[in-house]
């Protein structure tokens, strides 16, 4: 990681809460409301903001773990503003305090930890799952043909 990533230093986002964002499961509506699956993602990439200008071209950073607690609703057209701040450091992991915010006040609080990686490891790892898949896939394909004999 280069120099430079302190406590303190922040990132936000502005985000306007559009249909797309509403509360869905399985392509259903369940309400016309900002769902907490999009507020984790727009908090994750705040938090994200704040390591990017500090990350080497052979690093990426993942999230590993996230604490949010959603306090209110936001209705679709609300603005709502992200803001992570650094407030630990240690190794390679990072935490950002989150807080976000429609119009009307505090819709989120909490944290997000970040673990700085090698991109070749990633890229190792990723490979790796996508082999052990296509093995499994393969083997349910040919064990489904051998029960239909």
Known sequence: MKAGL??????????????DMRTEFVGETVHDLYSTSD???HIEWAARKCLMPFLET???SMVSHVDI???TLTVTGMNVRVKATVSEIRD???VCDVEAFNTRGKIARGT?????IERTWLENKMKELSLI???ALNFQVAAAEQSKR
């Open 6 to 19: 302190e406590i303190g230093q922040s990132a936000e986002i502005d985000i306007l809460v559009t249909k």
């Open 133 to 135: 898949n296509q093995l």
């Open 58 to 60: 052979t690093e990426e």
């Open 112 to 116: 997000v930890t970040q673990s700085i």
């Open 69 to 71: 607690s959603h306090l």
């Open 92 to 94: 390679k992991k990072i």
């Open 39 to 41: 507020l984790v993602n």
